[in-house]
């Protein structure tokens, strides 16, 4: 079983709608979770850090469940430019603050 | 300019063949790391660096060696190149968490 796992998609959203997705980590000494954004072809970028109460930046919002090992993300108002590929990250310092990346959920905003 | 900078940026070689790609950064970051991306398979880490006498294996070592020349550079190289070797790979520094990556390197080995 991959450590951190996610659905590839893709998720074809509608301009302005809301979309959610999810990723599951096996290792529950897991202790920071990151969004990553990247866009075809080019190299990932931070999007924003998860905290345990829950954390919102502009349309991002990302939640953590650690009873159930999960964390989420969800777009709201989805952009034409939101189009990209989301990668889950998952940091222990117990392995030496290496993080370890999902396979990536993409997603495709559409007129 | 790009913080961390990898050339060349494509490559295309042929098995057996050695290849070095190479990592500059200019943020002043001690840790340095060097994944690959394979599709739906995400980052895999290769080797990665705390400092300049600081070298480690990641979960894909093999066929792979290093070099940490400064604080500033970071290079991979291949000794003997192989067809499951091509690949995606990025070099990138971290802080607080955070990593930089650089633009990548697409390498093909034919």
């Known amino acids: 079983r991959k450590e951190v796992e996610q659905d590839p998609g893709p998720f074809n959203v509608p301009e302005g709608a809301t979309v959610a997705f999810n990723c599951t980590y096996s290792?529950?000494?897991?202790?920071?979770f990151f969004w990553y954004r990247q866009d075809c072809r080019k190299e990932p970028k931070l999007l924003m850090s998860?905290?345990?109460s829950g954390n919102e930046d502009g349309r991002f919002t990302a939640q953590l469940n650690r009873a159930s090992q999960y964390i989420s993300l969800l777009i709201r108002d989805s952009k034409l430019s939101d189009s990209a590929t989301y990668l889950c990250?998952?940091?222990?310092?117990?392995?030496?603050?290496?993080?370890?990346f999902g396979g990536g959920t993409r997603v495709l905003v559409k007129p | 300019d790009a913080d961390v900078t990898q050339t060349p940026r494509n490559r295309i070689t042929k098995t057996g063949k050695r290849i070095m790609l190479e990592c500059s950064q200019t943020?002043?970051?001690?840790?340095m790391y060097w994944y690959r991306q394979d599709p739906g398979l995400g980052l895999r880490l290769i080797y990665y660096?705390?400092?300049?006498?600081?070298?480690n294996k990641g979960e894909i070592s093999d066929g792979y060696s290093v070099s940490r020349q400064a604080q500033a550079k970071f290079s991979l190289s291949l000794e003997s190149a192989i067809p499951n070797q091509t690949a995606l790979y990025f070099c990138?520094?971290?802080?607080?968490?955070?990593?930089?990556f650089g633009p990548g390197t697409r390498l093909t080995v034919l």
């Open positions: 990250v998952v940091n222990r310092e117990a392995a030496g603050n290496k993080l370890t």
């Open positions: 290792n529950s000494a897991s202790q920071s």
């Open positions: 998860v905290y345990s």
């Open positions: 943020k002043g970051h001690d840790r």
């Open positions: 660096s705390f400092d300049v006498k600081d070298i």
């Open positions: 990138a520094t971290t802080r607080n968490n955070e990593q930089f």
